[in-house]
């Protein structure tokens, strides 16, 4: 199983990154995904999340309106749209896969983790 994180980098504020996280070694199509982010000093906390079949999503209130998630199953393949990002948006980006039940926002419910990848914001 890998998940691959892309896309993170040094933006500056009120600017956009668009986050990818390629999968393989599971069937993607049958998984939920997420993102999780942490930030130096803080655990992990949940930002966004969609269904195996993209019907549902599920964002962290401090994303809401400024970040979206989609999948493309046919590449294997989540995303994570952000937008208008500040400094507090700055840490270590994580995708993360779970079995296809909700809810989606609990760490210690997704089975297959990514490295993850840098977003660094600056004021």
């Known amino acids: 199983v890998q998940l691959q994180a892309s896309g993170g980098g040094l933006v500056q504020a009120g600017g956009s990154l668009r986050l990818s996280c390629a999968a393989s070694?599971?069937?993607?199509?049958?998984?939920?995904m997420g993102w999780f982010r942490q930030a130096p000093g803080k655990e992990r906390e949940f930002v966004a999340a969609i269904s195996w079949n993209d019907v549902n999503s599920d964002y962290a209130d401090f994303v809401k309106g400024r970040f979206t998630i989609s999948r493309d199953n046919a590449k294997k393949t989540v995303y994570l749209q952000m937008n208008s990002l500040g400094p507090e948006d700055t840490a270590v980006y994580y995708c993360?896969?779970?079995?296809?039940?909700?809810?989606?926002?609990?760490?210690?419910?997704?089975?297959?983790w990514g490295r993850g990848t840098q977003v660094t914001v600056s004021s």
């Open positions: 070694g599971f069937t993607f199509s049958r998984y939920a």
């Open positions: 993360a896969a779970k079995d296809p039940s909700g809810p989606y926002a609990y760490r210690t419910d997704y089975a297959y």
